[in-house]
């Protein structure tokens, strides 16, 4: 498993990047068929797939965010949103030195709501942060993949991040995903309640649909949809 950029000083130095790329992940539960680290794993396919696709500096991950819907469940490990915040306002500051003064943000973790706020603030006085995926882009690209769940059904370690981790590490997916599928559609009380108050699993969607075709078709289209995110930054 490679999730860390090997890139030299000398690379950096070479590529004349001026848009940094930071995956965004999380240390929490999947239920028992994916390991703590899926949101890690997917937010580093993503950014690896966008840096090398239009030539953006790839950062090391955040690791562990704001998973606070999911304690109760062994494993999970969250810090605050505050810091959050700091550690990429940190980390913008260390690359504005360095003349790199646009990141991209892409996020493996539904629950890091921290992060609309740190792009928006960051935006104030022009283009200098995109957070990636949206929505719209998860859509699309379950669209294109095929994915026979839907968007609000398939919410955690269903149909899409089974199939990523089935096309890109399959060894660490264990076959109690075929029979995992759990389905709670409407959540109304998430913020109050956390994942507790809708599976005792830690699991809500259809693992049991995913297939590794799947989820290479996700993530191409999603490293072919961040093109129009980037013009934005480019404008």
Known sequence: MNLLTTATSTDEAAR????????????????????LIT????????????????????????????????EGFAGTV????????????DIRTSLARSGVERLVIVNGHGG????????????????RVVLYPQ??????????AGLDSTWG???????????IMLHAYPDLVRDSYRTADHEARDRPE???????????????????LATAAKGRAVLESLTALFADHLKVLDH
């Open 78 to 89: 969250s810090i605050s949103a505050s810091t959050v915040m700091t550690m990429i306002d």
């Open 39 to 70: 949101d890690t794993v997917v937010a580093c396919l993503i950014a690896q797939g966008i840096a090398e696709t239009y030539n953006l500096r790839l950062l090391p991950p955040i690791t562990i965010s704001c998973s606070h819907e999911h």
């Open 190 to 208: 998430l913020l109050v309640t956390g994942l507790r108050g809708y599976t005792d699993t830690g699991i809500i969607g259809s693992p049991s």
């Open 16 to 35: 004349m990047a001026t848009i940094a790329v930071l995956p965004v992940g999380s240390f929490e539960q999947h239920g028992d068929h994916l390991p």
């Open 153 to 163: 059904g398939d919410m955690h370690g269903g149909e899409i991040e089974t199939s």
């Open 112 to 127: 890091n709501h921290v992060l609309a706020n740190v792009t928006q603030e960051a935006n104030v006085s022009g283009p």
């Open 135 to 144: 929505g719209d882009d998860w859509i699309a690209a379950r669209t294109t």
